[in-house]
């Protein structure tokens, strides 16, 4: 844990213990490179099934991969909150 102080502007009591959960950072961190890898290796995939003209394939990966592109947007999301 890492933790730091600060002064508040308007309050006069004295000071505010902010504490980050660093561990919890990496981890998602770590989540998020991982799946952005699987998502960049499904990429390729839908490059050589157009290659191979197995349309069909490929925008059904396309579709996968939309969603995905949810999933992935949602876990940044959460990381910025926290």
Known sequence: MVTS???PLKEKRG???IVINKN???RNKDLFV???ERFESE???IGYNIHRNELNTAYELVE???EKIG???TLLN???QD
């Open 64 to 66: 996968v991969l939309l």
């Open 43 to 45: 990429v390729k995939n």
């Open 34 to 36: 991982q799946k952005l």
């Open 15 to 17: 000071y505010k213990k």
């Open 71 to 73: 999933d992935l947007r």
């Open 5 to 7: 102080t600060y002064k």
């Open 78 to 80: 959460t990381e910025h």
């Open 24 to 26: 919890k950072k990496m």
